[in-house]
């Protein structure tokens, strides 16, 4: 910690996905010195998965934790100093920011890339939790192939819900969607799109009550909230949540656009906000896709607007200079 008290970095990274990692990985190669702050959840929500199998670069698969590892150890080796810190205050008045890293001490930074991702929203069920990676998700296009001729349930009623319900129809052998409400909260052609696909069933007025299993899911209980009847659904093998997702964006409320969410906003295909020198990328700007590998690219994406705008920025400061 004493050796960047009170220093000033060229870039400073906020989070340690596959965004924040890229972009150190990028930062690093152009002789940046990137320090990146990993946060409460160093590695991101790929800390959480076990098999991912739709990364390239990796055709036989690869375990989450251990993709993120082989992400930190690249951006080392080209000279990311990566930190089991968090950043928890920024002043945006001037450049360069002054930051406030875990409420002990402070640095500086001529450019800063934020890549604090997003959280899945879960039901907080213990078995739940405990069986996440394990028949637990909350994101069929990273793990729905698993579940090839299986039954699958999706936990949610709006459009995040019915676009999973229908791309796991492409593996599992039946659907059944559990929504606690009478009525989905979808948009008309999402929930036309749903309704008409035989392998999705509905369970109204439903929530769940607990996932069984111990390594794996091997069935659920579910209840009725207007009757109170319980019922096992000892064939499920796969849970999806799908409840929606929070940006981590709180640090920079009233200060960077945001939607009504708190998904960052940027400039058109760049990564630029509406702060010089402050970059945005991965899911804290991703309400759409949400794939590791899309959060790398903006990852690289910002690596480069951030070279690009010190570059300009010393070329400014020169000529005042001069």
């Not at 990566?82 to 500086?108: A, L, N, Q, S």
């Not at 008409?196 to 091997?218: Q, R, S, Y």
């Amino acid at each position: 910690m004493e050796d960047i008290v009170g220093k000033t970095f060229d870039v400073v990274i906020i989070g340690s996905g596959p965004a924040g990692l890229t972009a150190a990985l990028y930062a690093a190669r152009a002789d940046l010195n990137p320090i990146v702050f990993e946060g409460p959840e160093p590695g991101g929500q790929l800390m959480q998965t076990t098999d991912v199998e739709n990364y390239p670069g990796y055709p036989e698969g690869v375990m989450g934790p251990q993709m993120m590892k082989d992400f930190r150890e690249q951006a080392k080796r080209f000279g990311a100093d990566c930190r089991y810190e968090m950043v928890t205050d920024i002043e945006f008045d001037d450049r360069p920011y002054k930051m406030e890293i875990g409420e002990e001490y402070t640095i500086y930074a001529k450019a800063i890339i934020i890549s604090t991702g997003a959280s899945a929203k879960w039901l907080q069920l213990e078995s739940e939790q405990r069986l996440r990676g394990k028949g637990v998700s909350a994101c069929a296009t990273c793990d729905g192939a698993f579940f090839r001729d299986q039954h699958v349930i999706v936990v949610g009623g709006g459009d995040t819900a019915m676009e999973e319900a229908t791309f796991l129809t492409k593996f599992a052998s039946k659907v059944t969607v559990l929504h606690r409400r009478q009525e989905l909260r979808a948009s008309k052609a999402m929930q036309t799109r749903a309704f008409a696909d035989d392998k999705i069933e509905f369970m109204w007025d439903t929530e769940l009550k607990e996932v069984h299993g111990e390594e794996a899911v091997d069935g659920v209980t579910v209840f009725n909230n207007e009757t109170g009847e319980e019922t096992t659904l000892d064939d499920v093998t796969g849970v999806f949540i799908a409840i929606g997702h929070k940006p981590n964006t709180d640090l920079f409320k009233g200060v960077l656009e945001m939607d009504d969410v708190g998904y960052l906003q940027t400039k058109g295909q760049s990564t630029k906000t509406n702060m010089p020198g402050i970059f945005a990328s991965g899911d804290a700007t991703d309400k759409v896709y949400r794939q590791a590998v899309t959060a790398a690219g903006t990852g690289c994406k910002a690596a480069l607007d951030a070279e690009r705008f010190l570059a300009e920025a010393e070329v400014r400061e020169k000529a005042v200079a001069e």
